[in-house]
């Protein structure tokens, strides 16, 4: 009786406790507390904008019916995001195209709806493949409307959309909170606008692949001084580098390459010391490579000028004090003289590219000793000597170390036993050929010699010349002899 007295409270206690963990439970999972706001509804204009929005780039047919309780709620939609402002669910990041297996692809005959620019809260919009047909169905960015998400809209992307054509609109310049701006892989055309320096806020602008044409505006440089990558490749940008972009103090990545760009390297570019990729091949830059201080970009540890007349010499650059480069292509530029013994202080280099130059002198024997280098191409220059190189070296660099196309150099002809030898150049003639073919000579020279003697001895013992004679014709072809060895 007395166990069952005390069995009785414990089970009251027992279920008294289970109560409150089901009401801290329940609190949590259906909507009071900071995160308790699953079944909060999505503001009803929002809602309707960003229906009507999706709509337009995907199809009629989609209506948002099989989410529940909306787009924000335990069934979002892949490429959508949200978040809570004042007891409702708002848009916040929109992503068009097939990202996911489940995300949102764009109907055959896409289309910007106004209502795009209503959405309030809305930070990202991106466009991935989403306009891919610019001969059935070309499409541009929208000309106006822009300055409605200026509050709020932080990114914007449009990637690999050729059907994307037109210009870039100058209203972009609105966005005066975008930090993040990319228009890659588009058939976008035009000039770029000036007005996209005043994106005070910027840290990256990629405008790259794109068909525009005209000069890279100076106030890029003046007025964007917080952009860490500025990526203007693919294009048709004509005129000279802005010397504006050396302000650009905290560019860490600057790629202007495959572009129309002529003229000098801008000496201000050697004042960015925070960056560590410089990209300017195939352009037609010209000077000298050692004129503009490529040796101040102490953190560069990519540097590609190849396809450019820059031509110079590498031995007026000092390249110790780029130690930590790790790519340096300088093919096809025209450059003169040999490669310095310095180049081998680089001992974090993976790729060296010094192709179709027109470079002389030996390699020197320590760039063998670079630990991380993969890859070295220096073909199609007029470089001479032996490559004097282990068969290890050889061995781990294959078709990856590239010496065809300098006629005066050579390989040492012991490399064939270990079937390693650099592809596409000529073993050493043996040195031994040349002492082989001096004896042959010398041993016609004694042949002929000892032919005389035999015919002075002959004619001596048959009596022709009496025998005085005789000893002084075998002392005269003793000193013929010996006068021919030394010889």
Not at 273 to 298: A, I, Q
Not at 329 to 334: A, P
Not at 377 to 396: A, D, H, P, R
Request: hydrophobic share 35%; aromatic share 8%.
């Amino acid at each position: 009786m007395m166990m069952s007295n005390h069995k009785t409270p414990m089970k009251g206690l027992i279920f008294i406790i289970g109560c409150s963990l089901l009401v801290m439970l329940s609190s949590r999972v259906w909507g009071e507390g900071d995160e308790g706001v699953m079944l909060a509804p999505m503001e009803m204009n929002d809602r309707e904008a960003m229906y009507t929005v999706i709509q337009g780039f995907v199809g009629k047919w989609w209506n948002g019916s099989d989410l529940y309780p909306d787009p924000c709620g335990w069934t979002p939609i892949q490429g959508v995001s949200c978040d809570f402002f004042d007891g409702f669910w708002y848009v916040t990041a929109l992503n068009i195209g097939p990202i996911h297996d489940n995300s949102l692809t764009c109907s055959s005959n896409p289309e910007f709806k106004s209502e795009l620019f209503s959405l309030q809260h809305l930070k990202s919009l991106s466009f991935f493949s989403c306009f891919n047909s610019p001969h059935r169905h070309p499409i541009s960015i929208p000309p106006a409307n822009w300055e409605m998400l200026s509050g709020s809209l932080e990114s914007l992307e449009f990637r690999s959309n050729q059907g994307l054509v037109g210009p870039i609109p100058e209203i972009l310049g609105t966005l005066r909170n975008a930090k993040s701006l990319v228009l890659l892989e588009n058939g976008l055309t035009g000039e770029l606008p000036i007005t996209l320096g005043n994106l005070k806020k910027l840290k990256r602008l990629v405008i790259s692949q794109n068909r525009l044409t005209g000069r890279i505006p100076i106030s890029l440089g003046g007025l964007l001084r917080d952009v860490l990558i500025l990526d203007l490749s693919g294009n048709s940008f004509s005129g000279s580098i802005p010397s504006s972009l050396g302000a650009m103090d905290s560019l860490v990545k600057l790629d202007l390459s495959r572009n129309q760009l002529e003229g000098e390297i801008p000496c201000e570019l050697g004042r960015l010391k925070n960056l560590t990729l410089l990209d300017l091949s195939r352009n037609k830059l010209c000077g000298d490579l050692g004129n503009w201080g490529v040796h101040h970009l102490r953190s560069l540890k990519e540097l590609m000028l190849s396809n450019n007349s820059i031509g110079g010499n590498l031995s007026s650059v000092e390249w110790k004090k780029m130690e930590g480069l790790e790519i340096l292509d300088l093919g096809n530029m025209e450059l003169t003289g040999g490669i310095p013994e310095s180049i081998t202080e680089l001992r974090w280099l993976r790729y060296m590219g010094m192709n179709e130059n027109k470079l002389t002198g030996n390699i020197p024997l320590k760039i063998g000793d670079l630990p991380r280098l993969g890859g070295m191409y220096v073909n199609g220059n007029n470089l001479t000597g032996e490559l004097k190189f282990s068969g290890w070296f050889y061995g781990k660099m294959g078709r990856r170390f590239g010496a065809w196309g300098n006629p005066n150099m050579c390989y040492p002809v012991w490399l064939k036993s270990t079937g390693t030898v650099p592809y596409g150049v000529s073993p050493c003639q043996q040195a031994g050929s040349s002492s082989r073919s001096d004896s042959g000579k010398e041993g016609r020279k004694l042949s002929q010699v000892s032919k005389l003697g035999k015919e002075l001895l002959l004619s001596s013992s048959t009596g022709s010349i009496n025998g005085v004679n005789g000893v002084w014709c075998c002392i005269f072809m003793l000193l013929l002899l010996l006068l021919i060895r030394i010889s």
